[in-house]
T-cell receptor, first 116, second 113 residues
Framework: NAGVTQTPKFRVLKTGQSMTLLCAQD?????MYWYRQDPGMGLRLIHY???????AKGEVPDGYNVSRLKKQNFLLGLESAAPSQTSVYFC???????????????FGPGTRLTVL | AQKITQTQPGMFVQEKEAVTLDCTYD???????LFWYKQPSSGEMIFLIY??????QNATEGRYSLNFQKARKSANLVISASQLGDSAMYFC??????????FGKGTRLHILP
């Protein structure tokens, strides 16, 4: 039981390059989330999914796209990377999202992305 | 507007003392959940404790307890008998009535030997 895993752990991109971050969970969670964490900014929600085949925008969606083709996977794409996207990216998942202990989000280890 | 406020950007506490990390929240939803997460220097986000808005008793998990004062809209984390390994960033979070969790900006806790 690995919980939430993220691939890759580190990546350096040049401006304009594209990449995909993969998040996988083995807890049969319905909800999955992508956050970015910048110094002094806390966690900001990029996109999220309430189930297989669904996606929705969060607080800072611009410059990112997501897909949830399988329940256990949630992909985050950067089509044309910019230095402002240098950040640590976290994926999280939960059973539900409404109030209740099953709304607890469990996080992956994070991906440190640098865009030069 | 739904909001989480952590007013202590940093704290220094002597080892073995108890620690209280402050968290206040704002929501008009009658049902909500409150969480605390720990982020050590290694970077991972670790879930610590959950409190439901209708729970009658304060949540406890080992050395962690949540001092929930609903009327004051506060959900302070109490760590008893602090240890050096408790040094980390701590985030308070709330799940209101929609699909998301709102996080505070965090408090960095330093435990001194």
């Amino acid at each position: 039981n690995a919980g939430v895993t993220q691939t890759p752990k580190f990546r350096v991109l040049k401006t304009g390059q594209s990449m995909t971050l993969l998040c996988a969970q083995d807890m049969n969670h319905e909800y999955m989330y992508w956050y970015r964490q910048d110094p002094g900014m806390g966690l900001r929600l990029i996109h999220y999914s309430v189930g297989e085949g669904t996606t929705a925008k969060g607080e800072v969606p611009d410059g990112y796209n997501v897909s949830r083709l399988k329940k256990q996977n949630f992909l985050l794409g950067l089509e044309s990377a910019a230095p402002s996207q240098t950040s640590v990216y976290f994926c999280a998942s939960s059973y539900f999202a409404l109030a209740g202990p099953r709304s607890t989000q469990y996080f992956g280890p994070g991906t440190r992305l640098t865009v030069l | 507007a739904q909001k989480i406020t952590q007013t202590q950007p940093g704290m220094f506490v002597q080892e073995k003392e108890a620690v209280t990390l402050d968290c206040t929240y704002d929501t008009s939803d009658p049902s909500y959940g409150l969480f605390w997460y720990k982020q050590p220097s290694s970077g991972e986000m670790i879930f610590l404790i959950y409190q439901g808005s209708y729970d009658q008793q304060n949540a406890t998990e080992g050395r962690y307890s949540l001092n929930f004062q609903k009327a004051r809209k506060s959900a302070n984390l109490v760590i008893s008998a602090s240890q050096l390994g408790d040094s980390a960033m701590y985030f308070c979070a709330m799940s209101p009535s929609d699909d998301k969790i709102i996080f505070g900006k965090g408090t960095r806790l330093h435990i001194l030997p």
